[in-house]
Nanobody, 120 residues
Framework: VQLVESGGGMVQPGGSLRLSCAASGFTFSTYDMSWVRQAPGKGPEWVSGINTGGSTYYADSVKGRFTISRDNARNTLYLQMSSLKPEDTALYYC???????????????WGQGTQVTVSS
C-alpha cells in the first residue's frame, strides 16, 4: 500500500495550491479518503474527507476555501486549496480511512506528506 502526496510548496497569503495523492496497492475506489495536516509542534488535524460515493466533508477551519475530490480511474485524491492563510502552514498528508466515519485514521495509514507554507 502506498500513498504519495505532491503539489505542496510556498505561497503567499490569499494564494492557491492543488495537492495530489497517488494511491496504489489497494482498491482505491472502495475506500473513503481523508486529508490530514500537522503543523510544527501541534497534533494532527483532520482537514477534509470524501467517501466512496463522492460526498465531501470539511473541517470548519477550511470550509469554503478547500475542495476535496477524487478520480477513481486515476487512483488519485486531490485537495484544491484557495484563499490560503498563514495558519494553513503544515505538512499535509492523504490518509486511507479504514473505519467508516473515522476520518482521522492512525498514522500508519497516511502517506509521507507534502509541505505547504503560506507566508509573505
Amino acid at each position: 500500500v502506498q500513498l504519495v502526496e505532491s503539489g505542496g510548496g510556498m505561497v503567499q497569503p490569499g494564494g492557491s495550491l492543488r495537492l495530489s495523492c497517488a494511491a496504489s496497492g489497494f482498491t482505491f475506489s472502495t475506500y473513503d479518503m481523508s486529508w490530514v495536516r500537522q503543523a510544527p509542534g501541534k497534533g494532527p488535524e483532520w482537514v477534509s474527507g470524501i467517501n466512496t460515493g463522492g460526498s465531501t466533508y470539511y473541517a470548519d477551519s477550511v470550509k469554503g476555501r478547500f475542495t476535496i475530490s477524487r478520480d477513481n480511474a486515476r487512483n488519485t485524491l486531490y485537495l484544491q486549496m484557495s484563499s490560503l492563510k498563514p495558519e494553513d502552514t503544515a505538512l499535509y498528508y492523504c490518509a486511507r480511512v479504514i473505519i467508516r466515519s473515522k476520518w482521522l485514521p492512525p498514522d500508519n495509514y497516511w502517506g509521507q506528506g507534502t509541505q505547504v507554507t503560506v507566508s509573505s
